[in-house]
Every structure is written in C-alpha cells, then in structure tokens.
C-alpha cells in the first residue's frame, strides 16, 4: 500500500511523503481563500474580501514557501515570499484603518 501511494505522489521516502501532504494542506488552506472570498461576495451581493481572505493567503503562503524551500524551488520560493509580503501588508493597512476608526 505505501509503495502505491509513495509512487502516485512520485516521493521515495516517509520524509518526503510528509512534505507532500504539508504541501498539499498548504494548497488547500490556499485554495479555501477564494471559496471564502466567492462566499462573502454572493452573500453581499457584490465584490468583497474578507479579513479571513487575507488569514487564509498568510497560513497557506507560509505552509507553501516552507514546502518550496524543502523542495528548493526557486520559482516557487520567489512567488510565495512576494505573495507573503502583499498579504501581511494587507492585514497591516485593515487592522490601522480599524484602529484609527476606533481611537
């Protein structure tokens, strides 16, 4: 069973198998984002971005830039350091509007 799985995920070891599968969870919170995001949008009845939109970007970001420093993907590790950087910078700007809001 494990050589079948180990062969379908194209891994020859237990240390690469879990890299997948944290790669896979990563793509996953990753791909969740935009559900979140067409779910607010439909429920609003217009465009919007929720705040878990950006939590998501971060969680999976992270997951996925550390799966392509352990796979050493340049592509990979470039794409996901700038994604990163536009998502915390998002999360920064919305919690300084709620603070200037709120004081």
């Not at 891994?11 to 896979?24: A, K, S, T």
């Not at 779910?39 to 998501?56: C, D, H, K, N």
Request: glycine share 8%; hydrophobic share 55%.
């Amino acid at each position: 069973m494990a050589e079948q799985v180990f062969r379908f995920l194209a891994v020859d070891n237990w240390m690469e198998f879990w890299w997948v599968v944290i790669g896979l969870a990563g793509q996953l919170m990753f791909t969740a984002r935009f559900l979140v995001q067409w779910i607010a949008s439909e429920r609003a009845g217009r465009s919007v971005v929720p705040l878990s939109f950006w939590y998501l970007s971060v969680g999976g970001g992270i997951i996925l830039f550390f799966y392509a420093l352990y796979r050493r993907d340049p592509v990979f590790i470039l794409g996901q350091s700038m994604g990163l950087f536009v998502y915390v910078r998002n999360l920064w700007l919305i919690h300084a509007e709620r603070r200037r809001q709120a004081g």
